[in-house]
């Protein structure tokens, strides 16, 4: 398809699992950025990627969480030793430049148990 | 589905009224913002932008209205339908650099009433 594609759609962890969430962006898209969604809550910033670079990780909530983007494509967060608190929606994002018109994928809903 | 926003202010219009959603950003400094409507189970979807130098600015059956003097964003959604409704959110930033990430506010949710 031609939107941000997000896997799995769906994940249930165990407390103290990792957990590796995929974001394929539009394709040409240079910036790509993650967000932290809890629910009945707006989407909060986690970090920010222009093309392999990662120019902002101030959102990231402990070092327990980790992105990266390689090939300056596809982008994976990983967090390490799942708490309950971690438990949200994990949403990505993709523009053309910047903060621009930024699309989003639907996002991963974890649940930490 | 799963819900958006369970506790969010909500505001419920009929089939065919227009719609206003307000928001109050505290940055005086905010430059770029951005409306994005968000349906159940979805991501955010992009609605209509504005640049701190406009007041106003049009889209399709959309309306966004700045108003930097009292720090307030507005969207209008004219011939509300069945399909607008969903949880809106305004978001925020510095500027248009990814360097200064998009701030979002906590969102309403506007029910059309058929």
């Known amino acids: 398809g031609a939107g941000v594609s997000q896997s799995p759609r769906y994940k249930v962890a165990k407390r103290g699992q990792d957990v590796a969430l995929r974001c394929d962006p539009i394709?040409?898209?240079?910036?790509l950025f993650w967000y932290q969604q809890a629910l009945g809550q707006g989407p909060e910033f986690l970090t920010y990627f222009q093309n392999e670079a990662q120019l902002d990780k101030s959102g990231l909530p402990s070092d327990r969480f980790f992105a990266e983007r390689p090939e300056g494509s596809v982008s994976t967060l990983k967090i390490q030793r799942t708490q309950q608190e971690d438990s949200a929606v994990y949403l990505c994002?993709?523009?053309?430049?910047?903060?621009?018109?930024?699309?989003f994928g639907q996002g991963t809903r974890l649940t930490v148990v | 589905g799963e819900s958006v926003g369970l506790h969010l202010p909500t505001l419920s219009v009929q089939e065919g009224d227009n719609s206003i959603i307000n928001c109050a950003y505290s940055?005086?400094?905010?430059?770029?913002f951005i409306w994005y409507k968000q349906e159940s189970g979805k991501g955010p979807q992009f609605i209509i932008d504005i640049r701190s130098n406009m007041d106003k600015r049009q889209g399709q059956r959309v309306t966004v209205l700045l108003n930097k003097t009292v720090k307030h964003l507005s969207l209008q959604i004219a011939a509300t339908q069945p399909g607008d409704s969903a949880v809106y959110f305004c978001a925020e930033s510095a500027s248009l650099s990814g360097n200064t990430p998009l701030v979002f506010g906590k969102g309403t949710r506007l029910s059309v009433i058929a």
């Open positions: 994002a993709s523009s053309l430049q910047d903060n621009t018109e930024a699309f």
């Open positions: 940055n005086s400094a905010s430059d770029y």
């Open positions: 394709s040409g898209h240079v910036s």
